[in-house]
Structures are given as structure tokens and as C-alpha cells.
Nanobody, 117 residues
Framework: QVQLVESGGGLVQPGGSLRLSCAAS????????IDWYRQTPGKERGLVAG???????TYADSVKERFTISRDRTKNTVYLQMSSLKPEDTAVYYC???????????WGQGTQVTVSS
């Protein structure tokens, strides 16, 4: 089994920063397969940041140059550093892992990020 635990969400003013953490445990084949999604009420969950198969970071256009995804293999933890936050970044952020075989999707419990003055 796989467990993903997010932390680091909260309330921040526009222009501020937050760092989210996703601590993974269990049968993780590759930490590169852990990515971040976000969801707002009434909308589908959308990919925010992840890694390519080669291990390079990849981002949604809306967060490029503001968000940075990184990983610590020794801690099996993936981070999402969010800077220059905007009100439209307000969402519940989820950590996600897809196992290669059998192909299963695992989700964390989510962490709320609210950007408001």
C-alpha cells in the first residue's frame, strides 16, 4: 500500500509564498511518479506540477516561473514551493502517485491553500 500525507497549506496574502510537502510511504517505485494536483469547487482536479519520465520538472502554464517542484529521495518527500501567489491559486492541493503495475492512483488527503488579503 501507498500513503501520501500533505502538509504546509494555509492562508497567505497575494504575492506571498508557501511550501507544501508530500511525505510518501509504502511501495513507491519511483519518487518521480509523485505529482501535485489542485481542485476548486465545481471544477475537475488539474495537474499543477510533476516530473517527466526523465526526472525533469514540468508545470501547468498557469504556475510556470512561480512554482517549483522538488524531491528529497532520502525522505521520500516531494515539495511544492509556491511563490508570487495569486487569489486564483486558491484550491485544495493534492499529492498524487500512480503505481506502474498494477496501475493504481493514490491520493493524499489534500491541503487547503487560500490566497486572500
Amino acid at each position: 500500500q501507498v500513503q501520501l500525507v500533505e502538509s504546509g497549506g494555509g492562508l497567505v496574502q497575494p504575492g506571498g509564498s508557501l511550501r507544501l510537502s508530500c511525505a510518501a510511504s509504502g511501495r513507491i517505485f519511483s519518487i518521480n511518479a509523485i505529482d501535485w494536483y489542485r481542485q476548486t469547487p465545481g471544477k475537475e482536479r488539474g495537474l499543477v506540477a510533476g516530473f517527466t519520465s526523465g526526472g525533469s520538472p514540468t508545470y501547468a502554464d498557469s504556475v510556470k516561473e512561480r512554482f517549483t517542484i522538488s524531491r528529497d529521495r532520502t525522505k521520500n518527500t516531494v515539495y511544492l514551493q509556491m511563490s508570487s501567489l495569486k487569489p486564483e491559486d486558491t484550491a485544495v492541493y493534492y499529492c498524487h502517485y500512480r503505481s506502474p503495475w498494477p496501475r493504481n492512483d493514490y491520493w493524499g488527503q489534500g491541503t487547503q491553500v487560500t490566497v486572500s488579503s
